[in-house]
């Protein structure tokens, strides 16, 4: 089976600082992907980053980048210069090849102005 | 339409009800996945579509839980006698094929209160 664990249920970061969040997974599959998403208040899941499993480089996407330990199972996210825009639930997902997501509990983060 | 869109938003019923979820994919995808968001959870996956054939739902907790797609875009989740346990929300995605590289894109989900 697999789990997806974040740690940190809140959060918070001051306006343009850089925060990290958490997640670690539990899988006996060799190949597959793991995502970040984003949920503000309006429920819509909105996908921030995507990593596959068989790539050593981590993936960036402009202020979002991730620290993928593919030996530790470590999967955090890492949000620079946050904005106020970027105050929202945030959920740790793994999925294995046939398309079923595992998530996590969330995280809920607030940028603080 | 741009996006993927569901209906109602929001959705109460009384303990015994039948309820029916809609999901309208964007155009063109053909895979359509169905999830259940509990307070303070992550999403659950329910129940994957390619096409008009269900290929995975194993997610389904139980048999009062059905989906159907008949024409391959627009998919209802069926509940029968629901129960107060039933309540969340119910998230429906959709992304271009079934294969896992594809992004799924969700939309913004039936709240479901169960009296």
């Known amino acids: 089976a697999q789990t997806v664990t974040q740690s940190q249920p809140e959060m918070s970061v001051q306006e343009a600082e850089t925060v990290t969040l958490s997640c670690t997974y539990d899988t006996s599959e060799s190949n597959y992907y793991l995502f970040w998403y984003k949920q503000p208040p309006s429920r819509q899941m909105i996908l921030v980053i995507r990593q596959e499993a068989y790539k050593q480089q981590n993936a960036t996407e402009n202020r979002f980048s991730v620290n993928f330990q593919k030996a530790a199972k470590s999967f955090s996210l890492k949000i620079s210069d946050s904005q106020l825009g970027d105050t929202a639930m945030y959920f740790c997902a793994f999925m294995k090849i046939g398309n079923q997501f595992y998530f996590g509990t969330g995280t809920s983060l607030t940028v603080i102005p | 339409g741009a996006g993927v869109s569901q209906t109602p938003s929001n959705k109460v019923t009384e303990k015994g009800k039948y309820v029916e979820l809609r999901c309208d994919p964007i155009?063109?995808?053909?895979?359509l996945y169905w999830y259940r968001q509990s307070l303070g959870q992550g999403p659950e996956f329910l129940i994957y579509f390619q096409g008009t054939g269900a290929a995975d739902d194993s997610g389904l907790p139980n048999d009062r839980f059905f989906a159907v797609r008949p024409e391959g875009s627009v998919s209802t989740l069926k509940i029968q006698r629901t129960e107060r346990g039933d309540s969340a929300v119910y998230l429906c995605?959709?992304?271009?094929?079934?294969?896992?590289?594809?992004?799924?894109?969700f939309g913004p989900g039936t709240r479901l209160t169960v009296l």
């Open positions: 155009s063109g995808h053909t895979a």
């Open positions: 995605a959709s992304s271009l094929t079934g294969d896992s590289y594809n992004e799924q894109f």
